[in-house]
């Protein structure tokens, strides 16, 4: 069974504070992607990688930097956290592009903004 | 820019009857459409795919149907139970550069006793 652990699973943040979320997989898939969970919007695509020391804008990439320093890690960072950063955030890998393979989900962050 | 609607946000059904949640795309270049599947409080999870050389493909209780013409696809249950209970969501593959999902909004499915 492919492995995504996300941390921490949840967060309080303060409005201008810096957030960074975390993401580590053991499936030694390629490929890895930061998703954002609203209500009544879905999943929405922030921002993904397919190599180590490279990552895309997704689309929604405004406010969020990513960085995925080794094949296994992926991280999230906000600089300066708003309210409108409030959500769920969701991590997942893929062993190729996500139109020939599936995506295995870590169990999610749930960040407050404040 | 491209997008999966999922227009129906809630579906309840009875236990023992089928239920069907719909979807749409705008780009006619996708060819792969996987539905997830995320339980109260949990993550999402695979629970099907169809791609689009084919317009039906059925495991067990689940079917997909794909219709490339109206930019259709839906996931059809049989035989609901409780612990078909969950959010629904639908995707399709773009290209946009490079290959991507975009997911459609959820429907939650409710299957009452």
């Known amino acids: 069974e492919a492995a995504v652990t996300q941390s921490p699973r949840s967060k309080v943040a303060v409005t201008g504070g810096k957030v960074t979320l975390s993401c580590h997989q053991t499936n030694n898939h390629d490929y890895m992607y930061w998703y954002r969970q609203d209500t009544g919007h879905g999943l929405r695509l922030i921002h993904y990688s397919y190599v180590a020391d490279s990552t895309e804008k997704g689309d929604i990439p405004d406010g969020y930097k990513a960085s995925r320093p080794s094949q296994e890690n992926f991280s999230l960072i906000l600089e300066l956290a708003s309210l409108s950063q409030t959500a769920v955030y969701f991590c997942?890998?893929?062993?190729?592009?996500?139109?020939?393979?599936?995506?295995?989900f870590g169990s999610g962050t749930r960040l407050t903004v404040l | 820019g491209e997008k999966v609607e999922q227009h129906q946000s809630t579906l309840s059904v009875r236990e023992g009857d089928s239920a069907v949640i719909n979807c749409t795309y705008t780009d006619t270049a996708s060819s792969y459409f996987p539905w997830y599947k995320q339980e109260a409080g949990k993550s999402l999870h695979f629970v099907i795919d169809i791609r689009s050389n084919v317009d039906r493909k059925q495991s067990q209780r689940l079917t997909v149907l794909l219709d490339k013409k109206a930019k259709r696809f839906s996931l059809h249950i049989t035989a609901t139970q409780p612990e078909d209970s969950a959010i629904y969501f639908c995707a399709a593959s773009i290209s946009s550069g490079s290959w991507q999902l975009i997911f459609g909004s959820g429907t939650q499915l409710t299957v009452m006793p």
């Open positions: 997942a890998s893929s062993d190729r592009d996500p139109s020939a393979e599936t995506l295995y």
